[in-house]
């Protein structure tokens, strides 16, 4: 898989790029989990993220934020990590014109980056929202949510509790035009350790699989 250095706002950007031999392949983008907490673009619960999007004919995206790895620049409690992941979908997009779906995935600090993405990319079609941190940072901002989406968690998630993601799904849940699937993977704590890991896996595929072939937003 090659290794891709790219334009950020703070300087390189370093990534994981995956093409799919299809020009009008669909594309993904994959969000790490907290850059001060260990989080890079090889976290475990990302790395099977990019990976099962490949394996369904996406051409895909992962990257380490600012301050991580290769990355120049320096944590930016969450603002220019957002500009990041708006620079490596500009990249991703200006690379695959003809992609009909765009999606983005993000596990704990990097589903929170990429909801707010998603807020701001109107071509976004899809989201995966592994573990996000409900009790950790303010999810308000999707009034109204865009866009259809996935969000798995699990029952013994002592990082962000499920009752903090099952009130956020709720406010979800009442707004229109879009479908929020929620799964609580029962046992699985926040990182799905094994067994859970090929649970949650095989749940987004089989989620976003269907999505592709319902073409609905």
């Not at 989990?33 to 475990?44: A, L």
């Not at 490949?54 to 991580?68: A, E």
């Not at 779906?101 to 592994?130: D, K, N, Y």
């Not at 799905?192 to 319902?214: A, C, W």
Request: negative net charge.
């Amino acid at each position: 898989m090659p290794e891709v250095i790219f334009p950020g706002p703070e300087g390189r950007l370093e990534g994981r790029y995956h093409p799919q031999k299809e020009k009008d392949a669909p594309i993904a983008i994959v969000l790490h989990p907290h850059p001060q907490f260990g989080g890079t673009m090889n976290n475990k619960v990302v790395y099977n993220l990019h990976y099962a999007f490949y394996n369904m004919g996406f051409t895909v995206l992962r990257f380490n934020f600012r301050g991580v790895g290769r990355s120049q620049g320096e944590y930016d409690q969450g603002v220019g990590e957002l500009s990041d992941a708006a620079s490596a979908l500009d990249y991703l997009q200006s690379m695959n014109a003809n992609a009909k779906h765009c999606w983005v995935a993000g596990f704990s600090f990097g589903a929170w980056i990429g909801m707010q993405l998603l807020m701001r990319r109107p071509e976004i079609t899809g989201f995966v929202s592994v573990s996000p941190p409900a009790n950790m940072y303010d999810f308000s901002f999707l009034a109204p949510c865009p866009s259809s989406g996935l969000i798995i968690n699990g029952s013994a998630d002592r990082v962000a509790p499920p009752a903090d993601t099952q009130t956020l799904v709720d406010k979800l849940h009442e707004q229109k035009g879009i479908t929020i699937t929620h799964q609580e993977l029962e046992g699985a704590d926040h990182f799905f350790k094994e067994p859970h890991m090929d649970t949650m896996i095989g749940n987004v595929q089989e989620y976003v699989s269907r999505r592709l072939t319902e073409n609905t937003r």
